[in-house]
Protein backbone atom coordinates (compact mmCIF):
# COMPACT_ATOMS: atom_id res chain seq x y z
CA UNK A 1 0.00 0.00 0.00
CA UNK A 2 1.20 3.06 -1.09
CA UNK A 3 1.70 6.23 1.45
CA UNK A 4 -1.53 7.49 2.62
CA UNK A 5 0.25 11.36 2.82
CA UNK A 6 2.73 12.68 0.79
CA UNK A 7 4.73 15.78 1.60
CA UNK A 8 6.85 18.29 1.28
CA UNK A 9 8.37 21.14 3.24
CA UNK A 10 10.50 24.24 2.18
CA UNK A 11 11.27 27.56 3.43
CA UNK A 12 13.71 30.58 3.69
CA UNK A 13 15.01 34.16 5.53
CA UNK A 14 14.56 36.97 3.77
CA UNK A 15 17.22 38.90 2.48
CA UNK A 16 19.42 40.40 5.00
CA UNK A 17 18.39 38.76 8.24
CA UNK A 18 19.99 35.61 9.76
CA UNK A 19 16.84 33.90 11.80
CA UNK A 20 13.15 34.23 9.89
CA UNK A 21 10.15 34.63 12.33
CA UNK A 22 8.27 31.48 10.67
CA UNK A 23 7.99 28.50 12.12
CA UNK A 24 6.59 25.30 10.38
CA UNK A 25 5.80 21.62 10.75
CA UNK A 26 3.89 18.96 8.40
CA UNK A 27 4.13 15.67 10.19
CA UNK A 28 2.06 12.53 11.14
CA UNK A 29 0.62 11.86 14.29
CA UNK A 30 -1.26 8.32 14.29
CA UNK A 31 -3.28 7.84 11.23
CA UNK A 32 -3.42 11.74 10.86
CA UNK A 33 -1.75 14.40 8.68
CA UNK A 34 -0.90 17.50 10.43
CA UNK A 35 0.53 20.37 8.97
CA UNK A 36 1.08 23.76 10.82
CA UNK A 37 2.37 27.23 9.63
CA UNK A 38 3.06 30.10 11.76
CA UNK A 39 4.60 33.42 10.92
CA UNK A 40 5.78 35.49 13.63
CA UNK A 41 4.83 39.19 14.22
CA UNK A 42 7.78 40.82 12.88
CA UNK A 43 7.40 44.07 14.65
CA UNK A 44 6.50 42.07 18.02
CA UNK A 45 9.32 41.68 20.15
CA UNK A 46 8.77 37.93 20.41
CA UNK A 47 6.99 37.16 17.30
CA UNK A 48 9.70 34.58 16.27
CA UNK A 49 9.11 32.49 19.93
CA UNK A 50 5.51 32.94 19.47
CA UNK A 51 5.98 31.05 16.41
CA UNK A 52 7.70 28.14 17.84
CA UNK A 53 5.91 27.74 20.82
CA UNK A 54 2.69 27.61 18.97
CA UNK A 55 3.99 25.19 16.85
CA UNK A 56 4.93 23.40 19.45
CA UNK A 57 1.65 23.45 21.81
CA UNK A 58 -0.33 22.23 18.42
CA UNK A 59 1.34 19.61 17.91
CA UNK A 60 1.50 18.19 21.63
CA UNK A 61 -1.92 19.10 22.13
CA UNK A 62 -2.92 16.20 19.09
CA UNK A 63 -0.30 13.78 20.42
CA UNK A 64 -2.54 13.57 23.57
CA UNK A 65 -5.85 14.59 21.95
CA UNK A 66 -8.45 12.89 23.89
CA UNK A 67 -10.12 9.82 21.85
CA UNK A 68 -13.62 11.08 22.31
CA UNK A 69 -12.34 14.81 21.00
CA UNK A 70 -13.34 15.56 17.08
CA UNK A 71 -10.36 16.94 15.18
CA UNK A 72 -12.28 20.20 15.32
CA UNK A 73 -13.27 20.36 18.99
CA UNK A 74 -9.18 19.81 19.39
CA UNK A 75 -8.13 22.55 17.19
CA UNK A 76 -10.82 25.00 18.79
CA UNK A 77 -9.70 24.21 21.99
CA UNK A 78 -6.12 24.29 21.54
CA UNK A 79 -6.11 28.09 19.67
CA UNK A 80 -7.58 29.32 22.53
CA UNK A 81 -5.61 27.97 25.43
CA UNK A 82 -2.52 28.99 23.69
CA UNK A 83 -4.08 32.69 22.81
CA UNK A 84 -4.81 33.09 26.07
CA UNK A 85 -1.18 32.04 27.31
CA UNK A 86 0.77 33.71 24.83
CA UNK A 87 -1.26 37.33 25.69
CA UNK A 88 -0.79 36.81 29.78
CA UNK A 89 2.94 36.19 29.31
CA UNK A 90 3.30 39.44 26.50
CA UNK A 91 1.20 41.62 29.74
CA UNK A 92 3.25 40.13 32.51
CA UNK A 93 6.82 40.23 30.45
CA UNK A 94 6.52 43.28 28.48
CA UNK A 95 3.14 45.15 29.96
CA UNK A 96 1.59 44.49 26.01
CA UNK A 97 0.80 42.02 23.69
CA UNK A 98 4.41 40.80 22.23
CA UNK A 99 4.06 37.34 21.50
CA UNK A 100 2.48 37.48 18.65
CA UNK A 101 1.82 35.27 15.29
CA UNK A 102 -0.38 33.95 12.46
CA UNK A 103 -1.37 30.14 12.60
CA UNK A 104 -2.64 28.13 9.67
CA UNK A 105 -3.22 24.61 10.12
CA UNK A 106 -4.79 21.68 8.71
CA UNK A 107 -5.25 18.33 10.29
CA UNK A 108 -6.04 15.56 7.68
CA UNK A 109 -8.14 12.13 8.93
CA UNK A 110 -9.23 9.60 6.58
CA UNK A 111 -10.88 11.92 3.86
CA UNK A 112 -11.93 14.60 6.47
CA UNK A 113 -9.95 18.04 6.75
CA UNK A 114 -10.44 20.24 9.59
CA UNK A 115 -8.65 23.83 9.89
CA UNK A 116 -8.25 26.79 11.16
CA UNK A 117 -6.23 30.31 10.64
CA UNK A 118 -5.44 33.68 12.63
CA UNK A 119 -3.65 36.11 10.27
CA UNK A 120 -2.75 35.81 7.08
CA UNK A 121 -1.04 32.76 5.94
CA UNK A 122 -2.74 31.10 3.40
CA UNK A 123 -4.36 27.52 2.86
CA UNK A 124 -5.02 26.77 -0.40
CA UNK A 125 -6.65 22.98 -1.85
CA UNK A 126 -5.48 21.95 -5.56
CA UNK A 127 -8.21 19.69 -7.34
CA UNK A 128 -8.11 18.96 -10.37
CA UNK A 129 -5.98 21.67 -10.95
CA UNK A 130 -7.74 24.42 -9.43
CA UNK A 131 -6.92 26.26 -6.77
CA UNK A 132 -9.34 27.25 -4.02
CA UNK A 133 -8.62 28.95 -1.04
CA UNK A 134 -9.40 27.15 2.19
CA UNK A 135 -8.94 30.15 4.39
CA UNK A 136 -9.62 33.55 5.45
CA UNK A 137 -7.69 36.40 5.65
CA UNK A 138 -7.74 38.24 8.99
CA UNK A 139 -6.05 41.73 7.35
CA UNK A 140 -7.48 45.07 7.05
CA UNK A 141 -9.66 45.49 3.97
CA UNK A 142 -8.53 49.62 3.65
CA UNK A 143 -6.60 50.17 0.86
CA UNK A 144 -2.56 50.72 1.27
CA UNK A 145 -3.40 48.70 4.59
CA UNK A 146 -3.48 45.51 3.40
CA UNK A 147 -0.39 44.22 5.46
CA UNK A 148 -2.00 45.20 8.91
CA UNK A 149 -3.58 42.29 11.20
CA UNK A 150 -6.55 42.51 12.17
CA UNK A 151 -6.29 39.22 14.58
CA UNK A 152 -3.13 37.44 15.72
CA UNK A 153 -2.23 34.89 18.43
CA UNK A 154 -1.35 36.43 21.40
CA UNK A 155 -2.70 39.62 21.10
CA UNK A 156 -5.66 39.75 22.68
CA UNK A 157 -7.18 37.66 25.69
CA UNK A 158 -9.64 36.05 23.23
CA UNK A 159 -9.58 35.31 19.80
CA UNK A 160 -11.79 34.76 16.59
CA UNK A 161 -10.31 32.15 14.70
CA UNK A 162 -11.10 30.77 11.07
CA UNK A 163 -12.36 27.76 10.95
CA UNK A 164 -12.94 25.53 7.60
CA UNK A 165 -13.62 21.76 6.71
CA UNK A 166 -13.32 19.57 3.82
CA UNK A 167 -14.39 16.21 2.40
CA UNK A 168 -10.95 15.04 0.48
CA UNK A 169 -10.28 13.40 -2.76
CA UNK A 170 -7.25 11.05 -3.61
CA UNK A 171 -5.12 13.38 -5.66
CA UNK A 172 -5.95 16.26 -3.63
CA UNK A 173 -3.15 18.92 -2.57
CA UNK A 174 -2.91 20.79 0.19
CA UNK A 175 -0.49 23.88 0.53
CA UNK A 176 -0.09 25.71 3.35
CA UNK A 177 2.54 28.95 2.78
CA UNK A 178 3.43 32.43 4.65
CA UNK A 179 2.98 35.10 3.14
CA UNK A 180 6.52 35.67 1.86
CA UNK A 181 4.99 33.56 -0.94
CA UNK A 182 1.79 35.56 -1.88
CA UNK A 183 4.01 38.78 -1.84
CA UNK A 184 6.00 37.02 -5.07
CA UNK A 185 4.28 34.85 -6.58
CA UNK A 186 0.58 35.28 -8.37
CA UNK A 187 -2.65 32.74 -7.63
CA UNK A 188 -1.75 31.90 -11.12
CA UNK A 189 1.58 31.10 -10.70
CA UNK A 190 0.69 29.37 -7.42
CA UNK A 191 -1.81 26.74 -9.25
CA UNK A 192 -0.02 26.03 -12.41
CA UNK A 193 3.35 25.40 -9.64
CA UNK A 194 1.87 23.48 -7.01
CA UNK A 195 1.73 19.91 -8.04
CA UNK A 196 5.16 20.01 -7.97
CA UNK A 197 5.67 20.73 -4.57
CA UNK A 198 6.75 23.06 -1.92
CA UNK A 199 10.79 23.27 -3.16
CA UNK A 200 9.47 24.66 -6.89
CA UNK A 201 7.63 27.19 -5.76
CA UNK A 202 10.10 28.73 -3.33
CA UNK A 203 12.55 28.06 -6.36
CA UNK A 204 10.66 30.13 -8.48
CA UNK A 205 10.21 32.97 -5.73
CA UNK A 206 13.58 32.93 -5.34
CA UNK A 207 14.26 33.29 -9.14
CA UNK A 208 11.68 36.40 -9.76
CA UNK A 209 13.56 37.95 -6.63
CA UNK A 210 17.09 37.60 -7.47
CA UNK A 211 17.16 35.57 -4.65
CA UNK A 212 16.46 38.85 -2.58
CA UNK A 213 13.26 37.62 -0.50
CA UNK A 214 11.53 40.37 1.13
CA UNK A 215 9.90 38.53 3.47
CA UNK A 216 10.77 35.38 5.15
CA UNK A 217 8.69 32.28 3.19
CA UNK A 218 7.93 28.93 4.43
CA UNK A 219 5.86 26.87 1.69
CA UNK A 220 4.42 23.18 2.93
CA UNK A 221 2.25 20.78 0.60
CA UNK A 222 0.65 17.81 1.13
CA UNK A 223 -0.52 15.17 -1.23
CA UNK A 224 -3.46 12.72 -0.55
CA UNK A 225 -2.83 9.77 -2.54
CA UNK A 226 -5.65 7.54 -0.67
CA UNK A 227 -8.47 7.56 1.97
CA UNK A 228 -6.90 5.51 4.97
CA UNK A 229 -8.46 1.88 4.97
CA UNK A 230 -9.29 2.49 8.60
CA UNK A 231 -11.63 5.18 8.28
CA UNK A 232 -12.82 4.13 4.91
CA UNK A 233 -14.25 0.95 6.65
CA UNK A 234 -15.44 3.20 9.24
CA UNK A 235 -17.94 5.17 7.07
CA UNK A 236 -19.23 2.38 5.76
CA UNK A 237 -23.20 2.20 6.58
CA UNK A 238 -23.38 -1.45 8.18
CA UNK A 239 -26.12 -2.97 10.64
CA UNK A 240 -24.99 -4.24 14.17
CA UNK A 241 -27.02 -6.88 15.53
CA UNK A 242 -28.15 -6.31 19.07
CA UNK A 243 -28.64 -9.98 19.51
CA UNK A 244 -27.26 -13.35 17.73
CA UNK A 245 -28.65 -16.89 18.19
CA UNK A 246 -27.56 -20.44 16.44
CA UNK A 247 -29.50 -20.50 13.34
CA UNK A 248 -29.22 -17.13 12.20
CA UNK A 249 -28.06 -16.61 8.59
CA UNK A 250 -25.71 -13.82 7.66
CA UNK A 251 -24.75 -13.15 4.25
CA UNK A 252 -24.92 -16.91 4.05
CA UNK A 253 -23.12 -17.94 7.04
CA UNK A 254 -25.32 -19.87 9.22
CA UNK A 255 -24.43 -19.34 13.25
CA UNK A 256 -23.81 -22.31 14.94
CA UNK A 257 -22.37 -21.84 18.50
CA UNK A 258 -21.28 -18.99 20.16
CA UNK A 259 -17.48 -19.23 20.99
CA UNK A 260 -17.67 -16.91 23.85
CA UNK A 261 -19.45 -15.87 26.39
CA UNK A 262 -20.20 -12.52 25.15
CA UNK A 263 -21.98 -14.07 21.81
CA UNK A 264 -20.14 -11.82 19.80
CA UNK A 265 -18.08 -14.53 18.01
CA UNK A 266 -19.58 -17.46 16.40
CA UNK A 267 -18.68 -20.41 14.91
CA UNK A 268 -20.59 -20.49 11.61
CA UNK A 269 -21.10 -22.75 8.24
CA UNK A 270 -21.03 -21.61 5.01
CA UNK A 271 -20.93 -23.90 1.70
CA UNK A 272 -20.01 -27.03 4.66
CA UNK A 273 -16.96 -25.43 5.78
CA UNK A 274 -16.50 -23.94 9.32
CA UNK A 275 -15.36 -20.32 9.95
CA UNK A 276 -15.29 -18.26 12.66
CA UNK A 277 -17.26 -14.88 12.80
CA UNK A 278 -16.55 -11.56 14.84
CA UNK A 279 -19.35 -8.70 15.26
CA UNK A 280 -18.54 -5.69 16.40
CA UNK A 281 -19.57 -4.97 20.12
CA UNK A 282 -23.21 -3.38 20.76
CA UNK A 283 -21.91 -0.66 22.03
CA UNK A 284 -20.55 0.00 18.97
CA UNK A 285 -23.65 1.70 17.91
CA UNK A 286 -23.27 4.42 20.58
CA UNK A 287 -19.93 4.86 21.75
CA UNK A 288 -17.49 5.76 19.05
CA UNK A 289 -14.07 4.70 20.33
CA UNK A 290 -15.65 1.19 20.42
CA UNK A 291 -16.07 1.41 16.63
CA UNK A 292 -12.75 2.68 15.86
CA UNK A 293 -11.47 0.18 18.11
CA UNK A 294 -13.27 -2.60 16.22
CA UNK A 295 -12.47 -1.33 12.84
CA UNK A 296 -9.32 -0.85 13.67
CA UNK A 297 -9.28 -4.94 15.18
CA UNK A 298 -10.61 -5.43 11.43
CA UNK A 299 -8.50 -4.22 9.73
CA UNK A 300 -5.55 -5.18 11.32
CA UNK A 301 -6.55 -8.89 11.02
CA UNK A 302 -7.18 -8.29 7.24
CA UNK A 303 -4.01 -7.04 6.60
CA UNK A 304 -2.06 -9.89 8.07
CA UNK A 305 -1.12 -12.32 6.60
CA UNK A 306 1.42 -15.07 7.83
CA UNK A 307 1.67 -18.67 9.34
CA UNK A 308 2.09 -17.13 12.84
CA UNK A 309 -1.87 -16.28 12.51
CA UNK A 310 -5.21 -17.61 11.30
CA UNK A 311 -6.26 -16.54 8.00
CA UNK A 312 -8.71 -13.53 8.34
CA UNK A 313 -10.21 -11.37 6.21
CA UNK A 314 -13.29 -8.82 5.72
CA UNK A 315 -16.18 -9.76 2.90
CA UNK A 316 -16.72 -7.55 0.12
CA UNK A 317 -20.50 -7.38 0.58
CA UNK A 318 -21.50 -7.98 3.70
CA UNK A 319 -24.61 -6.49 5.66
CA UNK A 320 -23.46 -6.30 9.05
CA UNK A 321 -20.48 -5.11 10.88
CA UNK A 322 -18.16 -8.24 11.59
CA UNK A 323 -15.36 -10.21 9.73
CA UNK A 324 -14.32 -13.45 9.14
CA UNK A 325 -11.12 -15.98 10.49
CA UNK A 326 -10.26 -20.19 9.49
CA UNK A 327 -12.01 -21.69 12.01
CA UNK A 328 -8.69 -23.84 13.69
CA UNK A 329 -10.24 -26.52 15.87
CA UNK A 330 -7.35 -26.43 18.52
CA UNK A 331 -7.00 -26.16 22.31
CA UNK A 332 -5.05 -23.35 23.60
CA UNK A 333 -2.06 -23.10 25.74
CA UNK A 334 -4.19 -22.05 28.40
CA UNK A 335 -6.03 -25.14 28.04
CA UNK A 336 -3.06 -27.71 28.07
CA UNK A 337 -1.59 -26.18 31.07
CA UNK A 338 -4.77 -26.03 33.07
CA UNK A 339 -6.10 -29.81 32.36
CA UNK A 340 -2.57 -31.52 32.05
CA UNK A 341 -1.27 -29.53 35.06
CA UNK A 342 2.66 -29.92 34.13
CA UNK A 343 4.97 -27.36 32.61
CA UNK A 344 5.73 -28.24 28.71
CA UNK A 345 8.62 -30.45 27.70
CA UNK A 346 12.09 -27.81 27.03
CA UNK A 347 12.25 -28.83 23.48
CA UNK A 348 8.38 -27.55 23.59
CA UNK A 349 9.08 -24.70 25.61
CA UNK A 350 12.22 -23.87 23.49
CA UNK A 351 9.51 -23.83 19.83
CA UNK A 352 7.01 -21.82 21.56
CA UNK A 353 9.62 -19.21 21.94
CA UNK A 354 10.97 -19.08 18.57
CA UNK A 355 7.15 -19.22 17.58
CA UNK A 356 6.50 -15.96 19.43
CA UNK A 357 9.68 -14.16 18.49
CA UNK A 358 9.46 -14.74 14.86
CA UNK A 359 5.92 -13.48 15.11
CA UNK A 360 6.80 -10.69 16.90
CA UNK A 361 9.61 -10.23 14.55
CA UNK A 362 7.02 -10.97 11.55
CA UNK A 363 4.60 -7.89 13.15
CA UNK A 364 7.47 -5.45 13.70
CA UNK A 365 8.23 -5.60 9.85
CA UNK A 366 4.72 -3.74 9.54
CA UNK A 367 5.72 -1.35 12.96
CA UNK A 368 2.87 -3.65 15.04
CA UNK A 369 3.41 -5.48 18.07
CA UNK A 370 0.64 -8.16 19.71
CA UNK A 371 0.26 -6.19 22.71
CA UNK A 372 -1.54 -9.16 24.94
CA UNK A 373 0.76 -11.92 24.78
CA UNK A 374 -0.80 -14.92 27.19
CA UNK A 375 -1.25 -18.80 27.18
CA UNK A 376 -5.31 -17.97 26.23
CA UNK A 377 -3.75 -16.43 23.12
CA UNK A 378 -1.88 -19.30 21.57
CA UNK A 379 -3.40 -21.90 20.46
CA UNK A 380 -1.80 -25.78 19.86
CA UNK A 381 -2.14 -26.98 16.53
CA UNK A 382 -1.54 -30.93 15.97
CA UNK A 383 0.19 -31.75 12.47
CA UNK A 384 1.41 -34.66 11.92
CA UNK A 385 4.54 -35.51 14.59
CA UNK A 386 5.37 -31.77 15.13
CA UNK A 387 2.87 -29.58 17.10
CA UNK A 388 2.32 -26.17 15.91
CA UNK A 389 1.44 -23.10 17.45
CA UNK A 390 -0.87 -20.09 15.95
CA UNK A 391 -1.63 -16.87 17.60
CA UNK A 392 -4.88 -15.15 17.78
CA UNK A 393 -6.84 -12.05 18.95
CA UNK A 394 -6.45 -9.16 16.59
CA UNK A 395 -8.13 -6.96 18.99
CA UNK A 396 -4.81 -6.09 21.07
CA UNK A 397 -2.31 -5.58 17.70
CA UNK A 398 -1.22 -2.01 17.83
CA UNK A 399 1.38 -0.04 16.03
CA UNK A 400 4.62 -0.07 18.34
CA UNK A 401 5.08 3.31 20.91
CA UNK A 402 1.51 3.58 20.07
CA UNK A 403 0.14 3.49 23.51
CA UNK A 404 0.96 4.61 27.01
CA UNK A 405 -2.01 2.99 28.80
CA UNK A 406 -1.95 -0.23 30.29
CA UNK A 407 -3.80 -2.43 27.39
CA UNK A 408 -3.25 -5.99 27.66
CA UNK A 409 -3.55 -8.45 30.36
CA UNK A 410 -1.46 -6.97 33.63
CA UNK A 411 0.26 -10.36 34.58
CA UNK A 412 2.13 -9.96 31.73
CA UNK A 413 2.92 -6.71 31.28
CA UNK A 414 6.27 -5.21 31.61
CA UNK A 415 6.86 -3.09 34.84
CA UNK A 416 7.40 0.42 32.62
CA UNK A 417 3.45 -0.18 31.18
CA UNK A 418 2.38 0.99 34.65
CA UNK A 419 3.92 3.69 34.94
CA UNK A 420 3.30 5.57 31.27
CA UNK A 421 5.98 3.76 29.20
CA UNK A 422 4.80 2.98 25.26
CA UNK A 423 4.05 -0.71 24.47
CA UNK A 424 7.60 -1.54 22.55
CA UNK A 425 9.75 -4.35 21.35
CA UNK A 426 11.35 -4.37 25.02
CA UNK A 427 7.77 -4.97 27.10
CA UNK A 428 6.84 -7.10 24.34
CA UNK A 429 9.90 -9.26 25.27
CA UNK A 430 9.09 -9.03 29.04
CA UNK A 431 5.42 -10.87 28.09
CA UNK A 432 7.17 -13.61 25.82
CA UNK A 433 9.76 -14.35 28.93
CA UNK A 434 6.55 -14.31 31.01
CA UNK A 435 5.01 -17.13 28.91
CA UNK A 436 7.51 -19.50 28.52
CA UNK A 437 8.56 -19.14 32.36
CA UNK A 438 4.16 -19.62 33.06
CA UNK A 439 4.77 -22.69 30.79
CA UNK A 440 7.69 -24.42 32.24
CA UNK A 441 7.02 -23.74 36.13
CA UNK A 442 3.39 -23.33 36.21
CA UNK A 443 3.32 -20.29 38.08
CA UNK A 444 3.66 -16.56 36.93
CA UNK A 445 7.23 -15.03 37.86
CA UNK A 446 5.27 -11.85 39.75
CA UNK A 447 2.28 -13.50 40.75
CA UNK A 448 -1.49 -12.42 39.83
CA UNK A 449 -1.61 -8.85 38.69
CA UNK A 450 -5.50 -7.82 39.00
CA UNK A 451 -6.58 -5.06 36.48
CA UNK A 452 -6.38 -1.28 37.95
CA UNK A 453 -3.50 -2.74 40.20
CA UNK A 454 -0.32 -1.22 40.60
CA UNK A 455 1.80 -4.12 41.60
CA UNK A 456 5.34 -3.83 43.35
CA UNK A 457 7.61 -6.54 41.76
CA UNK A 458 9.85 -8.89 43.74
CA UNK A 459 12.64 -10.51 42.51
CA UNK A 460 11.04 -14.24 41.37
CA UNK A 461 12.32 -17.75 41.79
CA UNK A 462 15.09 -19.13 39.40
CA UNK A 463 13.01 -21.07 36.96
CA UNK A 464 15.05 -24.21 38.16
CA UNK A 465 14.11 -23.80 41.41
CA UNK A 466 10.25 -24.76 40.20
CA UNK A 467 10.92 -27.33 37.70
CA UNK A 468 14.98 -28.96 38.09
CA UNK A 469 14.23 -30.55 34.66
CA UNK A 470 15.14 -27.35 32.90
CA UNK A 471 18.60 -26.53 31.57
CA UNK A 472 20.82 -23.48 32.96
CA UNK A 473 21.02 -22.23 29.43
CA UNK A 474 16.82 -21.96 29.13
CA UNK A 475 16.45 -20.53 32.32
CA UNK A 476 18.93 -17.78 31.81
CA UNK A 477 17.38 -16.94 28.64
CA UNK A 478 13.84 -16.58 30.23
CA UNK A 479 14.82 -14.99 33.32
CA UNK A 480 16.83 -12.47 31.49
CA UNK A 481 13.21 -11.72 29.48
CA UNK A 482 11.80 -10.95 32.28
CA UNK A 483 14.39 -8.73 33.87
CA UNK A 484 12.34 -5.76 35.59
CA UNK A 485 15.35 -3.19 34.51
CA UNK A 486 14.91 -3.21 30.33
CA UNK A 487 18.46 -2.00 30.57
CA UNK A 488 19.45 -5.57 31.26
CA UNK A 489 16.48 -7.28 29.21
CA UNK A 490 17.41 -8.50 25.98
CA UNK A 491 16.24 -5.45 23.67
CA UNK A 492 15.37 -6.96 20.06
CA UNK A 493 13.61 -10.32 19.30
CA UNK A 494 16.74 -11.17 17.20
CA UNK A 495 19.21 -11.18 20.31
CA UNK A 496 16.45 -13.82 21.85
CA UNK A 497 15.91 -15.84 19.14
CA UNK A 498 19.49 -16.07 18.76
CA UNK A 499 20.35 -17.39 22.70
CA UNK A 500 17.13 -20.36 21.50
CA UNK A 501 19.11 -21.03 18.57
CA UNK A 502 22.38 -21.24 20.11
CA UNK A 503 22.15 -22.57 23.66
CA UNK A 504 26.02 -23.34 23.72
CA UNK A 505 26.58 -19.44 23.28
CA UNK A 506 24.63 -18.42 26.38
CA UNK A 507 25.90 -16.82 29.46
CA UNK A 508 24.88 -17.06 32.19
CA UNK A 509 22.45 -14.84 33.69
CA UNK A 510 22.40 -13.31 37.41
CA UNK A 511 20.40 -10.90 39.04
CA UNK A 512 22.75 -8.76 40.56
CA UNK A 513 20.48 -8.37 43.95
CA UNK A 514 20.77 -11.74 44.85
CA UNK A 515 23.38 -12.82 47.47
CA UNK A 516 26.72 -14.29 45.76
CA UNK A 517 25.73 -17.60 46.82
CA UNK A 518 22.84 -18.05 44.80
CA UNK A 519 24.54 -16.03 42.26
CA UNK A 520 27.73 -18.32 42.34
CA UNK A 521 28.32 -20.65 44.52
CA UNK A 522 31.85 -21.20 43.44
CA UNK A 523 33.40 -18.12 43.74
CA UNK A 524 31.20 -17.70 47.04
CA UNK A 525 33.04 -20.80 48.56
CA UNK A 526 36.54 -19.44 46.62
CA UNK A 527 35.86 -15.54 48.14
CA UNK A 528 35.52 -17.82 51.46
CA UNK A 529 38.48 -20.09 51.55
CA UNK A 530 40.56 -17.33 51.01
CA UNK A 531 39.30 -15.18 53.47
CA UNK A 532 39.55 -17.58 56.23
CA UNK A 533 43.39 -18.42 55.00
CA UNK A 534 43.68 -14.70 55.14
CA UNK A 535 41.67 -14.51 58.76
CA UNK A 536 44.56 -17.53 60.00
CA UNK A 537 47.55 -15.85 58.89
CA UNK A 538 46.15 -12.67 60.77
CA UNK A 539 45.83 -14.63 63.40
CA UNK A 540 48.89 -16.62 63.85
CA UNK A 541 50.72 -13.06 63.28
CA UNK A 542 49.14 -11.87 66.35
CA UNK A 543 49.52 -14.94 68.29
CA UNK A 544 53.12 -14.66 67.68
CA UNK A 545 53.70 -10.85 68.85
CA UNK A 546 52.12 -11.56 71.53
CA UNK A 547 54.68 -14.18 72.90
Known amino acids: ?57 MHNTFKRRPKAWSLCK ?32 VVV ?13 PVYLLRDNTLIQLSRAHASDQPGMEHVLTQAIGAAESVSPYFFTET ?33 LLKLAQQKTHSALPDDTTVLTCQVNEIHPVKA ?34 MAEKDGERFVLKFAPVEARRDERVLDAFVHEAWSANRIEGKFFPKAWIPEQRSARYYVMEYIAAPSL ?16 VELGVFLLKAEQFLLGRDLVHGDLKPENILLVPKEQRRQYKLIDFGSVVEVFSTTDRAGTPSYLAPERFTGAPISESTELFAVGVVLYEALTLQLPYGEIEPFQTPRFKRPKPVRQLNPHVPNWLEAVVMRAIELDPERRYEHYSEMLFDLKHPERVAPHMDPSMPLLERDPLAFYKWGFW ?13 FQGK
Not at 4 to 23: I, L, M, N, P, W
Request: charged share 25%.
Open 531 to 543: GLLLLNIVLLIVL
Open 1 to 57: MQDTFQYCEASAVAQGKTHGDDAHLITRTGDACLAIVCDGVGSARAGAQAAQRVVKY
Open 334 to 349: RFRLDTKNKPLKVEDA
Open 233 to 266: LKQLTLAIPEKLKAGDVIDGYQLVKSLIQNERTW
Open 168 to 200: LLPGDRLLLCSDGLTAVLSMEEIQNLAHAGAHA
Open 109 to 121: EGDQLCGVNVGDS
Open 74 to 105: TLAVAVENINRILYREGMDDFERPEFLTTLSM
